[in-house]
């Protein structure tokens, strides 16, 4: 005797549809936020950047490469938040941003140990950290806030 099965069809799909649904919100977000990781690392390798062009000009004048502490943090700082506004377009507040900014002027012939990173630095060196709190697209109910963060490093070279 053959059972007729009727709406068992709909029943298992109403059984996985939610898992299916939460796992491709969750690819999404994943996703979402290895592009965000990646915007944010942008960000900061330009704020280093545009940090080492902040020579002190009368050292340089001198032939003394080095970095205008307070310039350098200030540019930096700036270009962060500028280049997190156009990479993230409203998503994000780059005010809500913590960036942090290490100036190393280094002696000529000496290095010295970056804090964080522990490589030998041998020349001016700009290392930026930002942090950045941000919401993914779809879970975020469920997540909550995401904190991500990126740094980068720029050196100040003298061509010989």
């Not at 950047?49 to 307070?70: F, I, K, M, S, T």
């Not at 943090?73 to 942090?100: C, H, K, M, T, W």
Request: hydrophobic share 50%; with cysteine.
């Amino acid at each position: 005797m053959i059972m007729k099965r009727r709406g068992s069809v709909s029943a298992l799909l109403a059984l996985t549809l939610p898992v299916l649904l939460s796992c491709a919100s969750l690819t999404i977000d994943a996703g979402w936020l290895f592009v965000a990781r990646q915007r944010l690392v942008t960000a900061a390798d330009l704020a280093a950047l545009a940090a080492c062009q902040e020579l002190d000009l009368d050292l340089l004048a001198r032939g003394r490469v080095y970095l205008d502490p307070g310039r350098a943090r200030s540019v930096a700082r700036q270009y962060a938040r500028d280049n997190l506004a156009a990479g993230f377009a409203g998503r994000v507040d780059p005010e809500q941003a913590q960036i942090e900014v290490e100036v190393y002027n280094i002696d000529p012939g000496s290095s010295v140990r970056h804090r964080t990173t522990g490589r030998m630095l041998s020349a001016p060196t700009v290392a930026v950290r930002v942090i950045l709190p941000v919401r993914p697209p779809l879970l975020s109910a469920a997540l909550g806030e995401v904190r991500i963060s990126g740094r980068a490093d720029a050196s100040v070279v003298r061509k010989k």
